[in-house]
């Protein structure tokens, strides 16, 4: 069975400073890898996603991560955060069944 | 382009009614997914529907039940509601099945 974990279940972290949220994630199969975001009180909004090709994957909002097979990875990075960047951040896997498996979710929080 | 609308935003019920929830999807997806998010469990999948067919089913008591109609827009219901119901609960609807999902703002649901 897949599963996803997120190491950090907060990071607090000081704007325009760099960041890293952690997602490892276990499975026997081929995933396709995905990271949300979630303000209060919205749904979740895609931020990036590797389905194949470069482990480099760009998003919005001047998120990346990289795919890693070997450690089995999808850290999120962003080289300088903002204070709007304060929200819940969630890795997911999904496989050929394509249903999303999501982690628990890191809450960023960004301080002034 | 409307994106994914879930109706009604907030819902109070009482612990034995049932409830029955409404999804819209993006025009021309035709693949609807449901996922329950709770503070204790997370985000868990509940069930996706495709051109009316239930094509994939979370692990969750018969009292969760969904379907979708020709038009693509979804309903879920849940029956003989309990306390630990109480969720915001996440509709996200997709072109075709394994490409990107795109979710709505949910509804929450209170239990009383």
């Known amino acids: 069975a897949q599963s996803v974990t997120q190491l950090d279940s907060q990071v607090p972290v000081f704007e325009e400073a760099p960041v890293e949220l952690r997602c490892n994630y276990s499975?026997?199969?081929?995933?396709?890898l995905f990271w949300y975001v979630q303000y209060p009180n919205q749904g979740l909004q895609l931020l990036l996603k590797?389905?194949?090709?470069?482990?480099l994957v760009k998003g919005i909002n001047g998120f990346e991560a990289e795919f890693n097979k070997s450690q089995t990875s999808f850290h999120l990075r962003k080289p300088s955060v903002h204070i709007s960047d304060t929200a819940e951040y969630f890795c997911a896997v999904s496989d050929s069944s394509y249903k999303l498996i999501f982690g628990s979710g890191t809450r960023l929080l960004v301080r002034p | 382009k409307a994106g994914v609308t879930q109706t009604p935003r907030y819902l109070i019920k009482t612990r034995g009614q049932q409830v029955t929830l409404s999804c819209s999807p993006i025009s021309g997806h035709r693949s609807v997914s449901w996922y329950q998010q709770t503070p204790g469990q997370g985000l868990q999948f509940l069930f996706e529907?495709?051109?009316?067919?239930?094509?994939n089913k979370g692990n969750f008591p018969g009292r969760f039940s969904g379907r979708q109609f020709s038009n693509s827009r979804s309903e879920m219901n849940v029956s003989t509601l309990e306390l630990g119901d109480s969720a915001l609960y996440l509709c996200?609807?997709?072109?075709?099945?394994?490409?990107?999902?795109?979710f709505g703002q949910g509804t929450r649901l209170t239990v009383v």
């Open positions: 499975s026997s199969v081929s995933v396709y």
């Open positions: 590797y389905l194949s090709g470069s482990t």
């Open positions: 529907y495709f051109s009316e067919t239930q094509r």
């Open positions: 996200a609807s997709s072109k075709e099945v394994g490409t990107e999902a795109f």
